[in-house]
């Protein structure tokens, strides 16, 4: 005799969330058919995938649709440069609360998220070309290169995705950002670090853009690989949507440093 | 107008690539593998299922 009188009586929990099948790539569901009551015997049958779970195929079409909010929002920045910092400041909002307060409102958030980044990116954009002609098609062809290089490297395996490289990844990104903050704060106080004004040409500011690029390009491939496993264990549907929010924090991030490092090289 | 062109064009093409490989599974030897990042701790919540399955068949013995 069990000592687990409780299962003895009314069999395991139904809860779907205890019962999902992460192998079979969906959610393993039970209907009330398939519990003998009598028993408390449970027989598990998996269902063929739900159109409720996450796929490669609506994460893909998901970004499209984020970036073509961003297109929008860029063409508005464009023309009403103004709007660029509250945009950039409303973006930045949107991203927290999307990533801390509710991941599953990210079909809601993550495309105001889009245009208003695009809306910011349109403004500092004009900035860059009334310095450097031409420099803002240059970035978006090298951010997007840089995304199907990668994409490529990721599904071919070339490049795999690891708990250290997750770490480097993740300790180079909080050095950069600890960099942002202190330069930030000592702008407050009129000065800066200069390493990282987008006029400085010299070699040392040109490596530090360099690297920054280099994380922010590495951060796609966790990114894709985050993708892939969500599609691969049947997460649920809105984590497309927060799959091609959390691509598009990254593609904004590379193509405003990738705008920075072709300022510097333009300014030697 | 060369500069816009060439940048232009790379940009088309780098996001037909994205469009049409992003749709495709990523090879078996980046699935398969012992070494990738465990986000969701499937392994643990298989342990837990199979050490009470364990502690069960012990109790009937």
Known sequence: ?268 | MSNALIFGSMAAISLFVFFNLGKIKASKNQINRNNRINRFRESNQQNIIENDHKEEKKDED
């Open chain 1, 1 to 268: 005799m069990s000592k687990h009188s409780a299962i003895n009586r009314f069999g395991r929990s139904r809860n779907p969330a205890f019962s999902r099948n992460f192998d079979q790539g969906g959610f393993r569901t039970q209907s009330s058919s398939e519990m003998n009551a009598g028993s408390g015997f449970r027989t598990t049958s998996s269902v063929a995938e739900s159109s409720d779970v996450m796929t490669l195929d609506g994460a893909v079409n998901k970004t499209g649709i984020l970036l073509a909010l961003c297109f929008t929002g860029a063409a508005v920045g464009w023309n009403i440069p103004a709007l660029a910092w509250p945009a950039g400041i409303l973006g930045f909002i949107l991203a927290l609360v999307t990533i801390f307060r509710s991941p599953s409102k990210a079909g809601t958030t993550a495309p105001f998220y889009a245009l208003v980044q695009g809306v910011m990116l349109g403004g500092v954009s004009l900035m860059y070309e009334n310095l450097f002609d031409g420099i803002a098609i240059q970035a978006i062809g090298l951010t997007f290169g840089i995304l199907a290089s990668l994409l490529v490297c990721y599904k071919s395996g070339l490049i795999k995705p690891t708990e250290n490289f997750r770490l480097m990844v993740g300790a180079g990104i909080g050095g950069i950002f600890i960099l942002y903050m202190v330069s930030f704060v000592m702008s407050f106080f009129g000065s800066g670090i200069s390493l990282l004004s987008p006029t400085n040409g010299s070699l040392m500011s040109i490596g530090l853009s360099l690297g920054i690029v280099c994380f922010a390009s590495l951060s796609l491939v966790l990114d894709f690989d985050y993708i892939e496993e969500g599609a691969e264990k049947g997460l649920p549907k809105y984590m497309e949507w927060y799959g091609a929010f959390s691509l598009m924090v990254t593609l904004v991030w590379l193509y405003l440093e990738i705008l920075r490092l072709l300022a510097k090289i333009r300014s030697r």
